[in-house]
């Protein structure tokens, strides 16, 4: 069994900075990519930005610049630091991992950690 848990949302003035945390325990032979999604309400799920195990790392534009993505593989931990935030980016945020328990990787998600921005 595979646990993604995240951490790190709550309530937040525009311009403001928050840092999100994801840890993923369990069997665990290895994990490939590791990212953040978003949904805002009355929205669809969005990728926000996701790294390798290599570090190489994606970013949508609407978070370039303002958001870094960060992983330690020792701790099966993927890092979300988050500044100059805004209204816009008020929404649950998830954790996704392609993790590799037997075989091929499979993707496993985090239950969400809601962001609110306050304009």
């Known amino acids: 069994q595979v646990q993604l848990v995240e951490s790190g949302g709550g309530l937040v003035q525009a311009g403001g900075s928050l840092r999100l945390s994801c840890v993923v325990s369990?069997?665990?032979?290895?994990?490939?990519?590791m990212g953040w999604y978003r949904q805002a309400p009355g929205k669809q799920r969005e990728l926000v930005t996701s790294?390798?195990?290599?570090?190489?790392?994606n970013y949508a534009d609407s978070v370039k610049g303002r958001f870094t993505i960060s992983r330690d593989n020792a701790k099966n931990t993927v890092y979300l630091q988050m500044n100059s935030l805004t209204a816009e980016d008020t929404a649950v945020y998830y954790c996704?991992?392609?993790?590799?328990?037997?075989?091929?990787?499979?993707?496993?998600w985090g239950q969400g950690t809601q962001v609110t921005v306050s304009s």
């Open positions: 369990g069997s665990i032979l290895s994990i490939n990519a």
């Open positions: 996704n991992a392609a993790v590799i328990r037997v075989g091929v990787p499979r993707a496993y």
């Open positions: 790294i390798t195990s290599g570090g190489n790392t």
